[in-house]
């Protein structure tokens, strides 16, 4: 409603003696007299006389207000529920009222109602009553004529106004034309989507036949290229020369697969050449057979070395030496080849250098080497020697990193996981800390090459800034960016799968791995409260989880000691921000204990050194002391 309206507009006591005329009125002003009694009289709307007014019973005479009025109502404390009884409709009523002539004039003194609208307010809600419940909230046009229809009389009411001239218009309210928004909206897709079905299904039929078209296309250059392969032998030079064929720009590469080939059928067959010479000499040796048959079972069992390697040469008989009236098997033994000229002048030559200790798998560990002995060898180490009567071969196979250098090496798995909720000031002190630090390692290559750097970022998920790698000049800077949300259990089921794939990866370079190490800044309160407790504990329990990392902790704004203390794997790694410190200056200050720490661990490393210690950003204080 509106604001208020008087209709009596003056209310002032009969006088007794009139000492002049009496006061004149408006037209549009009705005069009523009352009584003490409560008598109403009207005298056509005019004012007694002075005389009348001497001998007159009424005590106070009334200004009615005759004029028509408009005004307009919303039913909001009222609103029509729907037919569905969980809408409403909202009304509007623009409607006119005025006094009912004198008659209405004394009814209204009599009722003693000064402000009218309420009155009609009542009235038009009794009028609208349950009407909403006949229509559905789709229906407010069919609302809006029936209660037109209700009210579009002239009503005269008890108190002596008459309500005239009703005008409803009736809409859904806000919740109800935001879901009648969302039925048209979804029809409206409904009816967008069968129209784009047919041409879509014309192009996932077409796309399906160009799609088996070119697959009948690939299959046929197959059988093609099949056929023309069939009668291509299937052994190196065959697959050497059929290269050759397919990529004759590519001579001088062609020619490289020949020459490899060859060098590795020459040094296979020499191999196998001593070695059966060997044997032989020392089955010969011990009568196991008799000099006559030696080089016909070394050119037979030559034949099977030689047809395995690919190649098909016969090695040059070698003719027994005889004796003058010597059977050939009674050959004296002074007059074959002996072990320590014949064996070991060819085979020393050519052994490789022994092979080092081989280092562990495990964190900063050796792993055992091993020695075997059996009739005629003994086995040491990765690489073997045998031993037979007359002859030495050192074993040809090498570790895989031979060469490495024979004092351990260390390589550090550094982890930084940062929030990044925080505010973009904080943010970008961050940032330029990260800069500095992949300033600091990649300008110093002999320091960097001990240590493997990753950076996440964490917010409602956790998310990989910078793979593990050693940073070079050639490394991408991570920068973090803002997001919302907190969440420290993505962070820690990230790093519980790419810290153990990435000691995995770092441990086959043959390096000794040290256990990793994470540093953990947040700067606020997680949104799953303590949940994060069991995914932390499963990436920090060494009985699990082999490659458990020890956890530095650093709090800064609105984070929580509590948390911070349980975050750090150790009391002396958990430390908090001042509370009266804000958190730009934090960051910064953690962006430098960032920098320095890393790079300072690095050097130690590069030095021989793998002991790591941690001391607290510039400010902050031990986790458990903030408590």
């Given at each position: 409603?509106?604001?208020?309206?008087?209709?009596?507009?003056?209310?002032?006591?009969?006088?007794?003696?009139?000492?002049?005329?009496?006061?004149?009125?408006?037209?549009?002003?009705?005069?009523?007299?009352?009584?003490?009694?409560g008598?109403v009289e009207?005298?056509?709307?005019?004012?007694?006389?002075?005389?009348q007014?001497?001998?007159?019973?009424?005590?106070?005479?009334y200004?009615?207000?005759?004029?028509?009025?408009?005004?307009?109502?919303v039913l909001?404390?009222?609103?029509?529920v729907?037919?569905?009884?969980?809408?409403?409709?909202?009304?509007?009523?623009d409607?006119?009222?005025?006094?009912?002539?004198?008659?209405?004039?004394?009814?209204?003194?009599?009722?003693?109602?000064?402000?009218?609208?309420?009155?009609?307010?009542?009235?038009?809600?009794?009028?609208?009553?349950?009407?909403?419940?006949?229509?559905?909230?789709?229906?407010?046009?069919?609302l809006?004529?029936?209660?037109?229809?209700?009210?579009g009389?002239?009503?005269?009411?008890?108190?002596?106004?008459?309500?005239?001239?009703?005008q409803?218009?009736?809409?859904?309210d806000?919740?109800?034309?935001?879901?009648?928004e969302?039925?048209?909206?979804?029809?409206?897709?409904?009816a967008?989507g069968?129209?784009e079905?047919?041409?879509?299904?014309?192009?996932?039929?077409?796309e399906?036949?160009?799609?088996?078209?070119?697959?009948?296309?690939e299959?046929e250059?197959?059988?093609?290229?099949?056929?023309?392969?069939r009668h291509?032998?299937?052994?190196?030079e065959?697959l050497?020369?059929?290269?050759?064929?397919t990529?004759?720009?590519?001579?001088?590469?062609?020619?490289?697969m020949?020459?490899?080939?060859?060098?590795a059928?020459?040094?296979?067959?020499e191999?196998q050449?001593?070695?059966?010479?060997?044997?032989f000499?020392?089955?010969?040796?011990k009568n196991?057979?008799?000099a006559?048959?030696?080089?016909?079972?070394?050119?037979?069992?030559t034949?099977?070395?030689?047809?395995?390697?690919?190649?098909?040469?016969?090695?040059?008989?070698?003719?027994?030496p005889?004796?003058?009236?010597?059977?050939?098997?009674?050959?004296?033994a002074?007059q074959?080849?002996s072990?320590?000229?014949?064996?070991?002048?060819q085979?020393?030559?050519?052994a490789?250098?022994?092979?080092?200790?081989d280092?562990?798998?495990?964190?900063?560990?050796?792993g055992?080497?091993?020695?075997?002995?059996?009739?005629?060898?003994?086995?040491?180490?990765?690489g073997?020697t045998?031993?037979?009567?007359?002859?030495?071969?050192v074993?040809?196979s090498?570790?895989?990193?031979?060469?490495?250098?024979?004092?351990?090496?260390?390589?550090?798995?550094?982890?930084?996981?940062?929030?990044?909720?925080?505010?973009?000031?904080?943010?970008?002190?961050?940032?330029?800390?990260?800069?500095?630090?992949h300033?600091?390692?990649?300008?110093?290559?002999?320091?960097?090459?001990?240590?493997r750097?990753?950076?996440l970022?964490?917010?409602a998920?956790?998310?990989?800034?910078?793979?593990?790698?050693?940073?070079?000049?050639?490394?991408?800077?991570?920068i973090?960016?803002g997001?919302?949300?907190l969440?420290?259990?993505?962070?820690?089921?990230?790093?519980?799968?790419?810290?153990?794939?990435?000691?995995?990866?770092?441990?086959?370079?043959?390096?000794?791995?040290?256990?990793?190490?994470?540093?953990?800044?947040?700067?606020?309160v997680?949104?799953?409260?303590?949940?994060?407790?069991?995914?932390?504990q499963r990436?920090?329990?060494?009985?699990?989880?082999?490659a458990?990392?020890?956890?530095?902790?650093?709090?800064?704004?609105?984070?929580d000691?509590?948390?911070?203390?349980a975050?750090?794997?150790?009391?002396?790694?958990?430390?908090?921000?001042?509370?009266?410190?804000?958190?730009?200056?934090?960051?910064?200050?953690c962006?430098?204990?960032?920098?320095?720490?890393?790079?300072?661990?690095?050097?130690?490393?590069?030095?021989g050194?793998?002991?790591?210690s941690?001391?607290?950003p510039?400010?902050?204080?031990?986790?458990e002391?903030?408590y």
């Open positions: 409603m509106t604001e208020p309206v008087s209709l009596i507009v003056n209310r002032s006591p009969v006088p007794r003696m009139a000492v002049g005329p009496t006061k004149a009125t408006q037209p549009h002003l009705a005069v009523v007299y009352a009584t003490a009694a008598e009207c005298f056509e709307g005019r004012p007694m006389t002075p005389s007014q001497v001998f007159s019973k009424y005590r106070t005479r200004e009615v207000d005759l004029r028509g009025y408009r005004r307009s109502a909001g404390r009222n609103p029509l729907s037919r569905d009884g969980v809408h409403a409709f909202e009304v509007k009523v409607f006119a009222f005025r006094v009912d002539g004198w008659d209405g004039a004394k009814a209204l003194v009599r009722s003693g109602i000064d402000n009218p609208l309420p009155l009609v307010h009542t009235y038009l809600t009794s009028l609208f009553h349950a009407a909403g419940q006949r229509f559905a909230i789709e229906d407010s046009f069919g809006q004529h029936y209660l037109g229809q209700r009210c009389q002239q009503v005269t009411l008890a108190e002596g106004l008459v309500v005239y001239g009703c409803v218009s009736v809409q859904p806000a919740k109800s034309k935001a879901y009648l969302s039925l048209i909206e979804a029809g409206r897709r409904e967008l069968q129209a079905h047919v041409p879509n299904m014309g192009d996932v039929l077409r399906g036949q160009i799609a088996a078209k070119k697959q009948e296309q299959m250059a197959a059988a093609r290229q099949a056929e023309a392969l291509v032998a299937m052994d190196s065959g050497i020369r059929q290269y050759m064929n990529h004759p720009e590519d001579a001088a590469g062609a020619f490289d020949l020459r490899k080939l060859e060098e059928r020459f040094a296979t067959a191999l050449n001593q070695r059966a010479l060997a044997l000499q020392a089955m010969a040796d196991l057979v008799q006559g048959d030696l080089e016909v079972m070394r050119q037979l069992l034949d099977v070395v030689g047809r395995a390697t690919g190649g098909a040469a016969q090695l040059p008989s070698a003719t027994t005889q004796l003058p009236g010597a059977r050939p098997w009674d050959a004296p002074a074959l080849p072990a320590s000229t014949a064996g070991s002048a085979t020393q030559t050519q490789p250098p022994p092979r080092p200790a280092q562990g798998s495990g964190f900063a560990g050796q055992p080497g091993f020695t075997g002995q059996g009739p005629g060898f003994t086995v040491q180490g990765a073997f045998g031993q037979g009567p007359g002859s030495t071969v074993g040809d090498l570790p895989p990193y031979a060469g490495r250098p024979a004092v351990p090496t260390y390589a550090a798995l550094i982890y930084l996981v940062l929030d990044e909720s925080l505010d973009r000031d904080s943010l970008q002190e961050l940032n330029r800390g990260l800069n500095d630090l300033a600091a390692l990649s300008g110093a290559p002999e320091v960097a090459r001990s240590l750097l990753s950076v970022g964490m917010a998920t956790a998310e990989p800034r910078l793979q593990l790698e050693t940073v070079t000049h050639g490394t991408r800077t991570p973090l960016t997001r919302p949300g969440s420290y259990s993505s962070a820690f089921q990230l790093l519980k799968t790419v810290v153990g794939q990435d000691v995995a990866v770092v441990k086959a370079e043959g390096v000794q791995v040290l256990r990793p190490i994470v540093y953990f800044l947040t700067g606020g997680p949104d799953e409260g303590n949940g994060w407790r069991e995914a932390h990436l920090t329990d060494t009985g699990g989880n082999p458990a990392p020890n956890v530095i902790a650093l709090g800064l704004g609105r984070a000691a509590f948390a911070v203390r975050v750090a794997t150790r009391p002396e790694f958990g430390f908090m921000a001042p509370p009266n410190q804000d958190a730009v200056s934090a960051a910064h200050s962006a430098g204990f960032l920098r320095d720490s890393v790079v300072g661990y690095a050097r130690r490393l590069a030095s050194d793998p002991q790591f941690v001391n607290p510039d400010g902050f204080r031990r986790a002391d903030a």
